[in-house]
């Protein structure tokens, strides 16, 4: 175990992480009706690629940081889960690109994912915890929540809306790269949806600005900038390997420590800017 460079762990999840959504010629989806839902072309050939692109993590840092217009100034943004843009347009801004969402968000009741307008604005990309095999069949037997039937769901509501699904091969290759780069062994869960969306983003983009993923001086227990509601393990993880993810994002920033401490805002380069 050597400890990589910046830019050498910037190639490793260049070369070894390959960005995908599912397609409908993909086995076992192509036989079922699932497949005339899904989109025909993979997410990296339908949209992009952006010049610049913020990421907007929800952490409770984000409260006070008047990083709105900042925010708003990129050509992308993209937002996780259910966190909203309305009333707290002063720190996170008002524009919304893509949306990337958890299966758990989908599923449960309370997010009321089919009806509410939160889910209406830009494109949703949605993954769901897939087995280590990232076997699609086994997958579809077994998802954590039930993603392909509420994907089904709200893509007879929304027809028009562009709406993808990870392949989740992309969560675990992420995962290794962790794993193989951290001298602990860290758990078998797949990365957050703030280091799945970062890695997107950086196939759509020349440069991504992560905001409050590495947590600024205004670091708090309060877990999202939308809820009153604190525990650090939303900062640091629980089921997600977020410390790990945090620390690899650290050393692959070409931004300085102190845009980090005073915005919370971190530089990563586009896959198309660097040779490896
Ligand atoms: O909290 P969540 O993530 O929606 O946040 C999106 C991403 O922002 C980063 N984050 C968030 C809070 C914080 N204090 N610091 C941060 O760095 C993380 O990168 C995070 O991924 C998820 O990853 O999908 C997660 O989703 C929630 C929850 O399912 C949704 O918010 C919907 O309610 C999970 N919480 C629970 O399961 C209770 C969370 O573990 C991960």
């Given at each position: 175990h050597s400890?990589?460079?910046?830019?050498?762990?910037?190639?490793?999840?260049?070369?070894?992480?390959?960005?995908?959504?599912?397609?409908?010629?993909?086995?076992?989806?192509s036989g079922l009706p699932l497949a005339s839902q899904l989109p025909p072309r993979q997410i990296t050939a339908?949209?992009?690629p952006f010049k610049t692109c913020a990421v907007v993590s929800s952490a409770g840092s984000l409260k006070n940081s008047g990083l709105g217009k900042e925010i708003d100034a990129h050509d992308a943004v993209m937002r996780f889960n259910a966190a909203p843009t309305t009333g707290f347009e002063k720190d996170v801004g008002s524009k919304t690109t893509v949306r990337l969402i958890n299966s758990q968000v989908m599923?449960?009741?309370?997010?009321?994912?089919?009806?509410?307008?939160?889910?209406?604005?830009?494109?949703?990309?949605?993954?769901?915890p897939g087995p280590y095999s990232s076997d699609l069949q086994e997958?579809?037997?077994?998802?954590?929540?039930?993603?392909?039937?509420?994907y089904q769901r709200y893509r007879r509501l929304h027809p028009q809306q562009p709406f993808?699904?990870?392949?989740?091969?992309?969560?675990?290759?992420?995962?290794?790269?962790?794993?193989?780069?951290?001298?602990?062994?860290?758990?078998?869960?797949?990365?957050?949806?703030?280091?799945?969306?970062?890695v997107l983003m950086m196939s759509l983009c020349e440069v991504v600005h992560v905001y409050e993923f590495l947590p600024s001086r205004r670091k708090t227990e309060l877990c999202h900038y939308y809820q009153r509601f604190s525990d650090?393990?939303?900062?640091?993880?629980?089921?997600?390997?977020?410390?790990?993810?945090?620390?690899?994002?650290?050393?692959?920033?070409k931004g300085s420590n102190r845009d980090i401490y005073t915005h919370g805002r971190v530089m990563l380069p586009g896959f198309t800017t660097f040779n490896c």
């Open positions: 400890k990589l460079s910046g830019p050498e762990l910037l190639c490793q999840i260049k070369e070894m992480v390959q960005i995908a959504t599912l397609t409908p010629d993909m086995k076992p989806f339908d949209i992009g599923a449960s009741e309370d997010h009321h994912f089919l009806s509410s307008s939160l889910y209406s604005a830009g494109i949703l990309v949605s993954w769901d997958w579809f037997n077994k998802t954590d929540y039930p993603i392909f039937k509420q993808y699904i990870l392949h989740p091969r992309m969560e675990w290759q992420l995962w290794q790269r962790i794993q193989d780069n951290m001298m602990e062994t860290i758990q078998k869960n797949p990365p957050s949806s703030g280091l799945l969306g970062t650090a393990a939303c900062t640091l993880g629980a089921y997600h390997p977020l410390l790990y993810e945090k620390n690899l994002v650290k050393r692959m920033n």
